[in-house]
């Protein structure tokens, strides 16, 4: 709706009032105004009114010496206006103001604009605070009834643009800012979660804040707004920068688990390679012990490079003149590395793991290259019989540092060419080049352009078609001044009743109402038989519906129709006679609301009373009435449910033996087409029933009911309550793909949801109304009108479907910050049983060292002790050759001998070896039977629910740590869960309305 004070002016001319001119041109006589007759002008649109009596009554009443009569009076209107919110806020609406005669047809009045100055705007009226009135147009309305007649109506319609710079400056561009706003995360290190998932959080609730607030005075309409698609894509825009972050940590976490399961595996190449020099030629130690273990060949390494030292030149380089002592110097540099690598795997130190095979592979890559550029050709056996990588070793150990690309889909594969395209082929002089940039790095690369370049587009679509639409409609709506010229048809308003002809029925209406007549005494009481009174209701509009007061407003014409033997008159003069302002004096049943909270009969510009008589005794009286009615909402299905609300009325003081109510065969009740569609509910059909009832101690009294049976639109909580929620839910589980490390990130990002699902359901079920009845605070004065607006919901006792909703909502972000206790928990236990394994490693460590003196000390006897074959193999061999070869067959002897011993220390080592593995193995993570079953088969569980997926590494099912198997098992659990709640939710509750909507409508 919308209020106007207005000045109305009326003009016509009554021959009785004709006077001469010696005395005064005009007759000013306001306050003889309750003795002049006046067209019973009504606002057919009004919904409140006030009539000024500040500091006398506001009337201008002059009589012309030729009859001219001119009325004028202050009014302040409240006025229903069909506003069309598609556009909102780049919106044009058109408010009608109609007025026309109640009591009076056709025959009796005409109403017709002036000529001279039909409507006329002041500068104020042309520029409201939110609209301009770029011009107005004037219509002729005139309609007619089938019981009553025609009726003169006109309809003044003011063309309004709403201006736009209010919403621009506090809604568009703070909602941009915080767009942007959350694109500052991009450029935020990936490693500071808290910090990230902070900004991206708060500019979310910020913009469903900004949403809230934006639409809390709106109606509840079930057509989507201009400004619901802008602030849903910027909610959409800043949750999707919040999911960016959420793919971030998954690159990032993907390419540490890949990082981490080569760390799994560099203990067993740093064994193998151990091995092998073991396996090698015997290390002699220069002062002739043999170089046997690990922690003596790493003596004996160092001896042999402190023997090969060179002097150095200048700049401090060393020169190796020498290619086979600097290669045989690099070979020892090899074995020094990896065998220091090999002794710290041993006793379970991982960062001596990671930094000795960091320099072993460097000495290795180093010594191949340069063996590569000097022979041009790679050797599968190197210097001292260490055995060099190849190039697929090569790859193997570049590997290790980073993982490929390939394990992370065709996008990181082609990041180089992707990340040169995006920068136009410009690299920055001081950034790294585009090889240098992780794959975290490299998403929150493409979110720096995409995101901007989107919302770039997002805009132009939007504004560009919503800025057409408004030139459209600014030359299809010219601003100009208000238009004052009538219509070519457009009558003056005029009485068309004459002097005598009026005189003739103001004295038929006096002698019928006069004694005999009176007011008191119901018709036919003599005969003693009930006068049947027919109604019929035309309801205008249903103005608001108030869960929390459990009523609705509504405006109507309200009419009944009888007949009285004592009105009966000859038909020679008049078919009707009009006498609304005689309303006192004739008798009418004494009809009230059984429902009614609240009502006013309206009384501008006049009483909306239209009395008539016909010849034969009928009597119709009509008046216009807002009423507040009760109504017993049924909110187990809200906001899919159905209602149907009554219109209650009967007779208060007479019982049946003396009237009886009807509904009227012609047109019983009449809905217009405004009253068929609310803003929240769809008036599908109604229903007439008789309600008569008895009580003990009065009798019996006659009652009717009109019961509406209305359908509430679902759209608009679809959008404004279903679709944020779902949101907010799916919000919580990013969580899940956080680093459960980053505790901060992970505990504001569950504990913002739950508040924002908590604070989410208080303004569902807590919305503030306001009575129609009170748009215009004058008019409680006046018509003592009680406020009965209510905030929220009712407090009734069931649970209604919105409720379960709400509560399943909060329910699943309340799990999901539950859910990061448990894996805090789960990290926490195995944290602690990694201690308790830490304590027991000094045993397992004495375990293993006995295990290498045993394996060394019967390596050592058996090279000392040969068998008995081979001495006397060794001395037939002796006796039967040349003396020149003996030397031969003792350095063949002690070759075999050797290479037993090689091969004995070999098994010991590989023994030891085997040992050696199992206790690293079991101290690299606690006993997974310490946390139950389901940490047991964590391993089975996690290949059926990636459905089958491998790891990219060791072509097994991924096995993840404790706390990242919670974690695992809760992002395919929660939204499976949620998909059932969805499901059986949906399911049901549409069943259930579809029920309902058949009994409405049936």
Known sequence: DFSASMYFRRIWYDDRLKYSNSLTDVLSIGFMVDN????????????????????????????????????????????????????????????????????????????????????????????????????????DCTTGYEVTGQYTCLRVSLHMRRKFNYYLIQVYIPSTLVVVLSWVSFWIDHHATPARITLSLLTVLTITTQSSSVTSGMPRVSYIKSIDVWLTGCLTFVFMALIEYAAVNVVQRKSGMLRTAEKWQRPKKL?????????????????????????????????????????????????????????????????????????????????????????????????????????????????????TTTTADREDEASDSRPTPEDLGWLFRHKDAIAHWLSLGCLCSKSPPPSGRTDAEFVDFLAKRIFPAAFLLFNTRRQALGFLLLLLLMYLLPESTASTAAPPDSPALNSTASGAQSYALTTLASSLLAPPYTSRVRPDLEKRVPVTVNISIHIVEVTATNEASMDFSTSMYFRRIWYDDRLTYNSSIT??????FMVDKVWQPDIYFLNEKAGISHKITVPNILLQVSPEGRVILSTKYTLTLSCEFELELYPMDSQICSIIFGSFGYTTSDIILRWDAEAAVVLSEVAKSLPEYDVVKFTLQNCTSGYEVTGWFTCLSVNLHMRRKFNYYLIQVYIPSILVVVLSWVSFWIDHHATPARITLSLLTVLTVTT????????????????????????????????????????????????????????????????????????????AERWQRPKKLLSVANAFKNANQLATSRAAAPSDADASQANETDHSKPESQKPRVASSSSNGTNSTSASNNNEGATESTGIIAENETSNERPAAEDLGWLFRHKASISHWLSLGKLCHTSQQPCVKSDAEFVDFLSKRIFPAAFLLFNTVYWAYYKSMQAAASNAVTK
């Open 36 to 139: 002049v007759w006046q067209p019973d002008i009504y606002f057919l649109n009004e919904k409140a009114g006030l009539f000024h009596k500040i500091a006398v009554p506001n009337i201008l009443l002059q009589v012309s010496p030729d009859g001219r009569v001119i009325l004028s009076t202050k009014y302040t209107l409240s006025l229903s206006c069909q506003f069309d919110l598609q556009l909102y806020p780049m919106d044009s609406q058109i408010c009608n103001i109609e007025f026309g005669s109640y009591g009076y047809p056709t025959t009796d009045i005409i109403l017709r604009w002036n000529s001279a100055a039909a409507v006329v705007l002041s500068d104020v009226a042309k520029s409201l605070p939110e609209y301009d009135v770029v011009k107005s147009t004037m219509h």
């Open 575 to 580: 078919n009707m006679l009009s006498i609304g």
């Open 760 to 835: 989410q359901s208080s303004s569902a079920t807590g919305r503030s109304t306001l009575s129609a009845l009170s748009k215009v605070s004058e008019l409680k004065e006046t018509y003592a009108i009680t406020d009965f607006s209510g905030s929220g919901m009712p407090r009734v006792s069931y649970i209604k479907s919105i409720d379960i909703w709400l509560t399943g909502c909060l329910s699943f972000v309340f799990l999901a910050l539950i859910e990061y206790a448990v894996v805090n928990v789960v990290q926490r236990k195995s944290a602690m049983l990694r201690t």
């Open 271 to 387: 064994l193998s390679m151990a091995n092998t020099m073991q396996m090698s030629q015997a290390q002699i130690h220069p002062g002739g012990e043999h170089c046997t273990g690990l922690h003596t060949q790493i003596r004996c390494i160092r001896h042999r490079l402190r023997a090969h030292k060179q002097p150095a030149t200048r700049r401090g380089r060393v020169n190796f003149s020498n290619p086979p002592e600097r290669s045989h110097k690099r070979a020892n540099a090899t074995q020094l590395a990896v065998l220091r690598a090999a002794a710290g795997a041993q006793h379970g130190g991982d960062t001596t793991v990671e930094t000795e095979f960091q320099k072993a592979s460097e000495a290795q890559v180093e010594n191949n290259n340069q063996s590569d550029s000097k022979n041009g050709t790679e050797n599968e056996i190197g210097v001292e019989g260490i055995p």
